[in-house]
């Protein structure tokens, strides 16, 4: 189960989708809210999530299954493996934020104002992603053409910024730390390098390590916050390697992942 980040749509996460695909079965959606999903309840609040991955593990007719949130989507992965512990094989967290996340000023400033405040957010997005994509593909042809067709990805299938405010929102009310302590899964930490991830922090991210018991770490190398996106068969290799480490034990008679 491939849980996407706070703009909310799969369509983002498609490279690796195919990528682990090729490996494993893969169930994955856009949040609710996005198109061709049930809004969330209007009192639902954050574990909202936890009955949209319910639904869809239901739908998909599999009782459990590793689950893997990217982003804002690990903080979701999180809350569904303390409270739903029997459906999850595995838990894996990608680029989260840490399990104390408070938003800063300028976070605070987009998720209040979210539509007046997106060029400028969007802006200082297109910044990142270039200084990180010169790491990850040093050739400026593959540079261009990955931006292109992400580009076209996004006319595609794009973020509102109203919802990702929202979804900001609500996990800003939460506290993840008590999660930790519920997740008995093996648990994998991904996280890019320090200095290319300009996104969610190194450290942040790697708190989970320590958080969670037992759990590994695994540095994307020369990648930052995209790197499901930008490096998506290296991705699916460090997803195989650690899923095909876990004792026989973890796996049913009849494979969901």
Known sequence: MLIPGIQGRWEWMQPSVQALAARWRVITSSLPGE?????????????????????????G??????????????????????????????????????????????????????TITGPLFLFGAAARVWNELRVTLPSLCDRLLFCATWLARLARAPGIPSRMGQRARLAAAERFESDCASVSAPTLVIAGERDLDKVVSLDATMAYATAIPGAQFQLFEKTGHLGTVSSPEQF??????????????????????
């Not at 909202?48 to 991955?53: A, K, M, P, Q, S």
């Not at 699916?236 to 992942?257: H, M, N, Q």
């Open 236 to 257: 699916a290799i460090i997803v195989s390697k650690f899923l095909s480490g876990l004792p026989d034990s973890r796996w049913p008679t009849t494979s969901a992942c």
């Open 61 to 114: 007719r599999v009782s459990s299954a590793v689950i893997c949130g990217v982003s804002f989507g690990g903080l979701i992965a999180l809350r569904y493996a303390a409270r739903r512990p029997e459906r999850v094989h595995a838990l894996i967290l990608v680029s989260t934020p840490g399990p104390g996340w408070k938003p800063t000023a300028q976070q605070l400033t987009y998720m209040r104002w979210p």
């Open 35 to 59: 198109p061709g999903v049930d809004p969330p309840e209007s009192d639902g609040g954050f574990d909202e999530y936890v009955r949209h991955v319910d639904r869809l593990l239901d739908s």
